[in-house]
């Protein structure tokens, strides 16, 4: 008897707390796609789905994650000395102008023009001249990565950092710390004795882990001495350069000299600013650049420490403004309704519209849920390859022969809504023929998609991409 009084309470009690969580969900409003998946997933899976919830469904509000006013004051602080090298909205591409001022409006994303871009496609040539950077440095180094492992790469970084430290070098560190958590503890210390300023992004452990493992920075910034930057797709680790044990690793990544990297010293100073609390605005962070280059560049930033899905936004206006053609490289596939239908849009409009997709990938649930889109995207004339050499991890977006963005954002829900990103948006005919040649040359290595084969598909295959399918603003 008392066993069955235990088991009602139990269940009362659980039955209660889901209803109260999904009651909740709802109070939320918020897109009504998710509130669905969390639901469905609170329902078939009561006990894990609740734990899961608690962990990473939690919305909690942008000011409780961030103080705006803290932002603004430091934004108000830096702006006066990183914009000095911008330009007025009317010199602005007339194309372009109004996607530009969107950029500007939505987070800040003054444009720079004048910049020399260097394009990366593979990990060994990108770290070779990282060193170099890092052996130049005069002033500081400032790193910032989603992923730094203490690998041989990444023991090769540590090690310069801490030569350069000694050297007389400021070096300021942030890590993100559920991207890095393989990082050997050992590692930090010796950088932190050395006089490196380390901090881990948003650090996770109970019992707050509910209100920070759901806002990752997934940011790859490296500037030093204000006068180079690095930005894009690959992080600090072997595997940039090694590859995978099944395949190679295809990446994408920039080098920028010139004034955009005010942009990505302005990105850096925020982060380091919400980490440390400690405003850097000195003017020794925006030399005037001495090297002069063709490109013009915003540097665009989203997350929780801005108002609106800046890059989300971004990727939109671009593609339904596309004349030509729109080429896009993305490692996840999980766009949200206004990229599906933007993609739709400039498909049906007559615009060639090609995606490259892995066809074997890190995340296997994240590529399952992707083949659910498909359908959707040949409907509308969009074509679909998946690339065969290895993995590719490049998030790239090159269109009409006279824009392209690098940079962090994957095409999926978490990186439009939930990450902290950072794109370079460049205006420059030169770096994007660049880009389209280098998405053709992975054309090569790539096999399109069939409709009609496509549609073939067994049917228990297409039920659990469609199962995968409601868990994708959640991957």
């Known amino acids: 008897m008392l066993w069955e009084i235990t088991s009602v309470i139990v269940i009362v009690v659980y039955v209660y707390t889901i209803l109260t969580t999904i009651i909740m969900l709802l109070m939320e409003n918020r897109n009504p796609v998710k509130s669905i998946a969390w639901i469905v997933v609170l329902i078939l899976l009561p006990i894990v789905g609740f734990i899961f919830y608690i962990f990473f469904g939690k919305n909690f509000r942008r000011q409780f994650v961030i103080s705006r006013r803290s932002l603004q004051k430091m934004k108000r602080n830096t702006n006066a ?106 590692a930090i210390a010796e ?90 605005s000195d003017p020794v962070f925006y030399p005037k650049p001495e090297v002069k280059g063709t490109s013009l560049i915003q540097i665009i930033t989203s997350g929780p420490d801005t108002v609106w899905d800046s890059i989300m936004q971004v990727y939109f206006m671009a593609i339904i403004q596309a004349k030509r053609y729109v080429y896009i490289e993305t490692p996840y596939f999980l766009p949200n309704e206004s990229i599906i239908t933007a993609l739709q849009t400039a498909a049906l409009s007559g615009t060639d519209v090609q995606v490259i997709l892995p066809e074997r990938s890190d995340a296997k649930v994240t590529l399952v849920g992707s083949y659910s889109y498909l359908n959707e995207m040949f409907k509308a004339g969009v074509r679909i390859a998946f690339y065969k050499k290895g993995f590719i991890h490049s998030k790239t977006i090159v269109i009409d022969d006279k824009l392209c963005t690098v940079g962090s954002a994957n095409m999926d829900f978490r990186s439009f809504e939930q990450n902290f990103e950072l794109n370079a948006l460049i205006y420059d005919t030169e770096v994007a023929v660049k880009m389209r040649k280098i998405f053709c040359l992975d054309m090569l290595d790539s096999v399109r998609v069939n409709k009609n084969d496509w549609n073939q598909r067994p049917i228990k295959q297409r039920l659990k991409e469609s199962f995968a399918r409601l868990f994708s603003p959640l991957l």
């Open 81 to 186: 000395v990183a914009d000095i090298s911008r330009i007025p909205e009317s010199v602005l591409p007339s194309e372009y102008r109004n996607m530009a001022s969107l950029a500007i409006n939505s987070c800040d994303a003054e444009a720079y023009a004048n910049n020399d871009v260097k394009i990366y496609t593979e990990g060994k040539s990108l770290f070779d001249d990282i060193f170099v950077a890092l052996e130049s440095a005069k002033h500081h180094i400032h790193l910032e990565y989603y992923i730094f492992l203490s690998d041989e790469i990444g023991q090769r970084v540590i090690d310069t950092l801490i030569r350069k430290s000694k050297e007389g070098v400021s070096v300021r560190v942030i890590i993100d710390d559920v991207g890095s958590w393989l990082m050997k503890k050992s």
């Open 191 to 280: 950088m932190e004795s050395s006089g490196i300023k380390v901090m881990s992004f948003l650090k996770v452990g109970l019992p707050f882990l509910s209100s920070k493992v759901n806002y990752r920075n997934h940011r790859k910034i490296l500037i030093v001495d204000g006068m180079v930057g690095f930005t894009g797709g690959m992080n600090i680790a072997d595997r940039y350069c090694n590859g995978l044990e099944w395949g190679p690793w295809r990446d994408s990544h920039i080098r920028i000299v010139g004034s955009a990297v005010s942009g990505l010293q302005k990105a850096f100073l925020s982060d380091w600013y919400f980490v440390n609390r400690k405003l850097l």
